[in-house]
């Protein structure tokens, strides 16, 4: 069965911090990861990853995925209170349409 | 272009009784994917359609059902309803590529937050 774990669980970091988020994953036939923020409404789409070693990148998140140890990792910058939210980490398999398998989210806190 | 639009946003149901919630995808995408969120077990994939066919289903008892319409909306229903079912329903949209394949990205809707009393 599909797995991912993510950690840490929660973070509670100041303005201007950086921060990097961890989520590891087991998966028949892999196709791609996936990261989304969740506020107090539906997740929203960050990054997908498919290769190992490029990292993707969007104004102050960056994301790079490592396909040989199983693992991912999402950077924050000069993290801003707007950025508190939930961060959740999917893979997909070619196995499963349309089915993602999610972690449990790491909880980001940004205080001023 | 419109988002995914899910109704009701809010449900209160007494237990043993069934709930149907309705999805409408993002136009022109076909697959639909639907997820039961609680703060105890996170984001779980319940089941997914595409082109009115159940294509994939989490592990989730029977009471829980689907469907697909021709026009891609879908709806869940969840019968015989217990405590435990008491969560936020989110339904996702995807395009779908050749050969059926869907795409990487799954964009959600708002939910329909359900308890069950």
């Known amino acids: 069965e599909d797995k991912v774990v993510q950690s840490p669980l929660s973070l509670v970091v100041h303005e201007g911090d950086t921060v990097t988020l961890n989520c590891s994953y087991e998966v028949t036939n892999f196709r791609s990861l996936l990261w989304y923020k969740q506020e107090k409404k539906a997740p929203t789409f960050l990054f997908m990853l498919?290769?190992?070693?490029i990292e993707k990148k969007s104004g102050r998140l960056s994301s790079i995925l490592d396909k040989k140890e199983l693992f991912s990792i999402l950077n924050i910058t000069a993290t801003q209170t707007g950025d508190s939210a939930v961060y959740l980490c999917a893979v997909d398999s070619l196995a499963n349409a349309g089915k993602s398998t999610f972690g449990d989210g790491t909880t980001l806190t940004v205080k001023p | 272009k419109a988002g995914v639009t899910q109704t009701p946003r809010y449900l209160i149901k007494t237990r043993g009784q069934q709930v149907t919630l309705s999805c409408s995808p993002i136009s022109g995408h076909r697959s639909v994917s639907w997820y039961q969120q609680t703060p105890g077990q996170g984001l779980q994939f319940l089941f997914e359609y595409f082109s009115e066919t159940q294509r994939n289903k989490g592990n989730f008892p029977g009471r829980f059902s689907g469907r697909q319409f021709s026009n891609s909306r879908s709806e869940m229903n969840v019968s015989t309803l217990e405590l435990g079912d008491s969560a936020l329903y989110l339904c996702?949209?995807?395009?779908?590529?050749?050969?059926?394949?869907?795409?990487?990205?799954?964009?959600f809707g708002p939910g329909t937050r359900l308890t069950v009393t």
């Open positions: 996702a949209s995807s395009l779908v590529l050749g050969l059926g394949v869907s795409s990487y990205e799954q964009y």
């Open positions: 498919t290769s190992s070693g």
